[in-house]
C-alpha cells in the first residue's frame, strides 16, 4: 500500500485549544480513513473519505480531503480531555489499508 | 456482537518457543486483516485475508511469521521459533467488505518474547 507521512508526531494542548494533524503522500490515495485509538485500547474507525476535495463534519471534529487525493486533514476545535488519544490516517484501497504512524494528542485541563 | 475476540490477551514466552495467536472476526464479515504495533514501527500490516484467502502478505516479516484462516471465524498468526524483536501488541481487524469499508479492531495481544 501507498506511505502516508502524519505530522505532526506529537502535540500537547491547553483544554479549549483547536488541534489539527496531517496525512501526506507522495502518491494519490484511493481512500483514507481516520481511527482513533485511546491509550491502552485499540483503534476504533472515525470515518472515511472518498471524494477529492471532500470536507466532513462529526461534532467538533472537521474531515477534509484534498483535492489532489493526495492529502488529508482532522482538525478538532476546543479540545476536550476526552480527545486524549493517537489518530492515525490510513490509506484504503481495496486490498489494503495501511495506517500512517499517528498523531498524538495530549490535551491538558 | 462482541466484536472481535482475540487471544489470548497477553502473551509472555521465552526465546525461541513457537507462539500462536488467534483471532474471532464478527460473523458475516469478509475480510480479516492481522496488525502489529511497535512504537518505533507503527502500526503495521501483516497480512489481509478476504473471503479466507490471502490477499496481500507482503508485511509479513520473515519465515518465522505465518497465518492461517481455515474458515470465516477464525484465523491464527504463527511465530516459530520467536525472538525478542517480535515483541509488540498484535492487532486482529474484520470488517464486511474490502479493505475499504471500515474496520473492526479485537483488544489485542500483548506479546512478550524474554
Known amino acids: 500500500g501507498q506511505q502516508v507521512m502524519q505530522i505532526p508526531q506529537y502535540q500537547h494542548v491547553q483544554e479549549g485549544e483547536d488541534f489539527t494533524t496531517y496525512c501526506n503522500s507522495s502518491t494519490t490515495l484511493s481512500n483514507i480513513q481516520w481511527y482513533k485509538q485511546r491509550p491502552g485500547g485499540h483503534p476504533v474507525f472515525l470515518i472515511q473519505?472518498?471524494?477529492?476535495?471532500e470536507v466532513k463534519k462529526q461534532k467538533r471534529l472537521t474531515f477534509q480531503f484534498g483535492e489532489a487525493k493526495k492529502n488529508s486533514s482532522l482538525h478538532i476545535t476546543a479540545t476536550q480531555t476526552t480527545d486524549v488519544g493517537t489518530y492515525f490516517c490510513a490509506d484504503s484501497g481495496y486490498s489494503t489499508l495501511t495506517f500512517g504512524k499517528g498523531t498524538m494528542l495530549l490535551v491538558s485541563p | 456482537d462482541a466484536g472481535v475476540i482475540q487471544s489470548p490477551r497477553h502473551e509472555v514466552t521465552e526465546m525461541g518457543q513457537e507462539v500462536t495467536l488467534r483471532c474471532k472476526p464478527i460473523?458475516?464479515?469478509?475480510?480479516l486483516f492481522w496488525y502489529r504495533q511497535t512504537m518505533m514501527r507503527g502500526l503495521e500490516l501483516l497480512i489481509y485475508f478476504n473471503n479466507n484467502v490471502p490477499i496481500d502478505d507482503s508485511g509479513m516479516p520473515e519465515d518465522r511469521f505465518s497465518a492461517k484462516m481455515p474458515n470465516a471465524s477464525f484465523s491464527t498468526l504463527k511465530i516459530q521459533p520467536s525472538e525478542p524483536r517480535d515483541s509488540a501488541v498484535y492487532f486482529c481487524a474484520s470488517s464486511f467488505g474490502g479493505a475499504d469499508t471500515e474496520a473492526f479492531f479485537g483488544q489485542g495481544t500483548r506479546l512478550t518474547v524474554v
Open positions: 460473523s458475516g464479515h469478509n475480510s
Open positions: 473519505l472518498v471524494k477529492s476535495g
